[in-house]
C-alpha cells in the first residue's frame, strides 16, 4: 500500500534520552518534511529535504537533526530529549520540494517527554 | 512576521452551509492550501488556489482574493463525517508552508 509509515506509535521518554522517529514512504517522492504539532499551534516546520543527499532547516530545528541518506527514509533524531519536545510529530513528503506540490502525511508519533 | 489567522471553532447543523475563514502575512505568496484533518489522524489535502477566484470541488469549494490576504473554505450539504478541524496553509517565497492553528468544526444533527 502506497503511502508514508511512521514508527513508533507512541512513545513515552525520560528527559536526557536520545530518540530517533522513523519515517519511510514508498511514493519515490523527491522532497520530505518533518513537522510538530502542538494545541493551539499551526504546524510548524523542523527539517525538510527536497532531495536524497540533501537537508535544510526549518522553523523549530533546535535540539532536531535529520539525515537523508535515500530517497526513502527520512529519520528525525532527538540527541537529548528535553519536556518542551513533548508533541505529535508528522512526516510528510511531495513529489518536488520548493513547489506547490501537495503533501502527503504519515499518521503521526506522539512523543511524551518527561 | 508571518500570520494565518483562522477562528478557532465553528458550529453547524448536519445538512447546513458554512463558511471557514482564513486570513493571511507571508513574506511573499505562492498559493493557499486547505487541508482537513480529523482528530487523532494525519492532514489530508483539500485544496489549492494561487489565482484569485473560487475553485469548486464537490461539496468543498474553496475562494482567494490575493489583494485582501482572504480566503475560505465553503463546505456545502454537511455531513457529521465533516466533523475535523481545517488547516489552512500559506506557500511563502521560500516555498514553505506557513499553518494556521486550524478550525475545529463540529457538525451537529
Known amino acids: 500500500i502506497a503511502g508514508i509509515t511512521q514508527a513508533p506509535t507512541s512513545q513515552i521518554l525520560a528527559a536526557g534520552r536520545r530518540m530517533t522517529l522513523r519515517c519511510t514512504q514508498d511514493?519515490?517522492?523527491?522532497?520530505m518534511y518533518w513537522y510538530r504539532q502542538d494545541l493551539g499551534l499551526g504546524l510548524r516546520l523542523i527539517h525538510y529535504?527536497?532531495?536524497?543527499?540533501?537537508?535544510g532547516k526549518g522553523e523549530v530545528p533546535d535540539g532536531y537533526s535529520v539525515s537523508r541518506a535515500n530517497t526513502d527514509d527520512f529519520p528525525l533524531t532527538l540527541a537529548s530529549a528535553v519536556p518542551s519536545q513533548t508533541s505529535v510529530y508528522f512526516c510528510?513528503?511531495?513529489?518536488?520540494?520548493?513547489?506547490?506540490?501537495?503533501?502527503?502525511f504519515g499518521p503521526g508519533t506522539r512523543l511524551t517527554v518527561l | 512576521g508571518q500570520n494565518i489567522d483562522q477562528p478557532t471553532e465553528m458550529t453547524a447543523t448536519e445538512g447546513a452551509i458554512v463558511q471557514i475563514n482564513c486570513t493571511y502575512q507571508?513574506?511573499?505568496?505562492?498559493?493557499l492550501f486547505w487541508y482537513q484533518q480529523h482528530a487523532g489522524e494525519a492532514p489530508t489535502f483539500l485544496s489549492y488556489?494561487?489565482l484569485d477566484g473560487l475553485e469548486e470541488k464537490g461539496r468543498f469549494s474553496s475562494f482567494l482574493s490575493r489583494s485582501k490576504g482572504y480566503s475560505y473554505l465553503l463546505l456545502k450539504e454537511l455531513q457529521m463525517k465533516d466533523s475535523a478541524s481545517y488547516l489552512c496553509?500559506?506557500?511563502?517565497?521560500?516555498?514553505?508552508?506557513?499553518w494556521g492553528a486550524g478550525t475545529k468544526l463540529i457538525i451537529k444533527p
Open positions: 510528510a513528503s511531495s513529489e518536488e520540494g520548493s513547489s506547490y506540490n501537495e503533501q502527503f
Open positions: 511514493m519515490r517522492h523527491n522532497a
Open positions: 529535504s527536497n532531495t536524497a543527499g540533501t537537508t
Open positions: 507571508t513574506s511573499g505568496f505562492n498559493g
Open positions: 488556489n494561487v
Open positions: 496553509a500559506v506557500l511563502d517565497s521560500n516555498y514553505q508552508l506557513i
